[in-house]
């Protein structure tokens, strides 16, 4: 059975920093790209942040988080992180882990596999 587990989320003020964390189990990620997605209530989910299965081949980042999030991954241990610097209350969100075959995708549909999800609070 795969899993997706997040971790990291929290309460956090305006300017603050998190790190999220996803494990991936239940099968072999070799090949995998994972990425990072966020849904604020009332809105759609959206993409965040997406890194291929060599980190070194690319990652890619939303404009609304260039510079402050910064995706990566550690293949031996099946993990994947999300680093968030400089915060702001647009953040605040459910964040999702999700798993595909192949390269970094923005578009949901094309991820198989995915997280429970972990809540990030940003207050102002």
């Known amino acids: 059975q795969v899993q997706l587990v997040e971790s990291g989320g929290g309460l956090v003020q305006a300017g603050g920093s998190l790190r999220l964390s996803c494990v991936a189990s239940?099968?072999?990620?070799?090949?995998?790209?994972m990425g990072w997605f966020r849904q604020a209530p009332g809105k759609e989910r959206e993409f965040v942040s997406g890194i291929n299965w060599s980190g070194s081949s690319g990652t890619y980042e939303a404009d609304s988080v260039k510079g402050r999030f910064t995706i990566s991954r550690d293949n031996a241990k099946n993990m994947v992180y999300l680093q968030m610097s400089n915060l702001k209350p647009e953040d605040t969100a459910v964040y999702y882990c999700?798993?595909?075959?192949?390269?970094?995708?923005?578009?949901?549909?094309?991820?198989?596999?995915w997280g429970q999800g972990t809540q990030v609070t940003v207050s102002s």
């Open positions: 239940g099968r072999t990620f070799s090949g995998y790209a």
């Open positions: 999700a798993a595909r075959l192949g390269l970094i995708s923005t578009r949901m549909v094309q991820y198989e596999y």
